[in-house]
């Protein structure tokens, strides 16, 4: 059948935009109508495979650090990959406004395969983490060239249902991931985990390939837009400064405070130029978006790592049922996705980023409540489930924004920086949250869980800057 889509170009405007139809037609009201249904499922198969990977490693990583000996690197486990992520991210978006998504796409999904082969045969913590750099750096590439795609051949209205359907590729990992990969690392070993992944990439590969060829004409990159060694360079430092502070806590006092001190100027520095201008100081609109997708990931993702870790130490839980308090958080997440999505203009983006900021706030102060006072755990897994809603509905109004006021050319940069600012935003804050554990001397994981609900203050500060200085903007 052939692709209306790849015999049409996007109409454009003289400055180089896409213009969005009038009005979608009428077989077009829908991410899986004709014209878009395979590129739909193929996205959202690579969406359900990333998904699987997270909540299953997160899942078992508690059994991996122990079996390796490596409780000290456990923070340094999860902050490695989101560290590599932002140079994977720079150079996709980079190589993507230059040649298309389709060249990064292949290439990353590659090299993830090979970071899946190092961990899942590691038999010393240092080589598992250089297992999660490798597919940490190619992991985080993947997303920049699909939402680049969703830009340039999905028609406005349907992008924030695009977006909540990548939300719902979670719901099917987020009910059977935990509790899979907990089985599989009790029933035979942990290393199954990593490399059963491999087998699911075959299939997601088969489905996304032949209709992103089909319209491989409406996502050609421009070649005149050039190579950015320099902006790969800041990648690096900026990966190196969130390590720097993850290893602080190695250090004694005073140390650990002094070089977390020198990291923490090094990342801002850093980081400055692979964020829209103004970023760093919450400017109106877009920059003060991108802030905020990396202050709520920061609480988000900080927090999440330590729930299964939470109920296996202090309730004695084992790591298929500790893995379930990440199943109603997925679903949720993806329900609230759903919602946002259909509920379109009438909620804007900054009313939605303000909405889940408030919610995020008060499901991480009732964590909070469990680690300090040894609540009922099924306290925790409703706190989680708010929580996981509460991104549902803001994280798909992030990527809405920004692809909104991104023009043609700059729509690899800001799509690299959105999810640049994600994977700094949770390296930073597992990075502080380690520093502070190691710091206090009595707490436990309360202290993880305050410094993340602080986070979630600042998130919840910045919302209302989301809204764009333009009256018309939503």
């Known amino acids: ?141 993947v997303i920049v060239p699909l939402y680049v795609i969703v830009a340039r051949v999905y028609p406005e209205a349907l992008r924030a249902r695009v977006f909540a359907g990548f939300a719902a590729a979670w719901v099917i990992p987020s009910m059977v991931g935990p509790a899979v990969a907990g089985v599989i690392a009790e029933t035979w070993s ?38 950015s060694l320099g902006r790969v360079g800041w990648a690096v430092l900026t990966a190196v400064g969130a390590l720097g502070i993850s290893l602080a806590k190695e250090f004694g006092d005073p140390w650990r405070w002094i070089v977390a001190a020198v990291a923490i100027v090094l990342v801002v520095v ?51 049922a500790a893995g379930a308090v990440l199943t109603g958080a997925g679903i949720s997440w993806a329900a609230a996705s759903w919602l946002q999505g259909r509920l379109g203009d009438r909620v804007s983006n900054a009313r939605a980023v303000l909405i889940g900021s408030g919610l995020l706030v008060v499901a991480l102060a009732v964590v909070l409540a469990v680690a300090a006072f040894h609540l009922p755990p099924a306290v925790a897994f409703v706190a989680w489930t708010l929580a996981g809603g509460a991104m549902g509905f803001m994280y798909p109004r992030h990527s809405v924004s920004v692809l909104g006021m991104s023009k043609v050319s700059e729509q690899g940069f800001n799509s690299a920086a959105l999810s640049i600012a994600e994977s700094l935003g949770a390296s930073v804050a597992l990075a502080v949250t380690a520093l502070v554990s190691s710091a206090v001397v009595v707490g436990g994981f309360s202290a ?24 018309g903007a939503s």
């Open 1 to 141: 059948m052939s692709d209306p889509t790849a015999e049409t170009p996007m109409p454009t405007r003289e400055n180089g935009e896409i213009d969005a139809p009038a009005a979608t037609p009428i077989e077009a009201r829908s991410p899986l109508s004709p014209p878009y249904r395979w590129l739909s499922i193929g996205m959202f198969a690579l969406i359900f495979l990333a998904a699987f990977e997270a909540m299953a490693v997160t899942t078992i990583m508690p059994l991996v650090a122990s079996d390796l000996h490596g409780e000290a690197l456990y923070a340094l486990a999860f902050a490695v990959p989101l560290a590599a992520g932002i140079i994977g991210m720079v150079i996709a978006g980079n190589w993507t406004d230059r040649s298309g998504p389709l060249p990064s796409l292949v290439t990353a999904a590659g090299l993830f395969v090979v970071g899946l082969v190092i961990a899942g045969t590691a038999t010393d913590m240092n080589v598992l983490i250089v297992g999660r750099f490798v597919h940490g750096l190619s992991g985080a590439a």
């Open 190 to 227: 942990w290393h199954w985990v990593f490399l059963g992944v491999i087998g699911l990439l075959v299939p997601a590969a088969a489905m996304i390939l032949p209709p992103i060829l089909r319209v491989r004409g409406e996502i050609a990159g421009d070649p005149s837009v050039p190579w």
């Open 270 to 320: 850093a980081v400055r130029p692979l964020l829209p201008a103004g970023a760093v100081r919450a400017a109106r609109g877009l920059p003060a978006t991108v802030l905020s997708r990396f202050v709520v990931a920061g609480a988000f993702f900080g927090s999440e790592i330590y729930l299964p870790y939470l109920l296996m130490e202090d309730y004695e839980f084992s790591a298929s």
């Open 448 to 471: 993880d869980f305050a410094v993340t609900l602080v986070i979630a203050v600042v998130a919840l500060l910045l919302a209302p800057r989301v809204r764009p200085e333009a009256s």
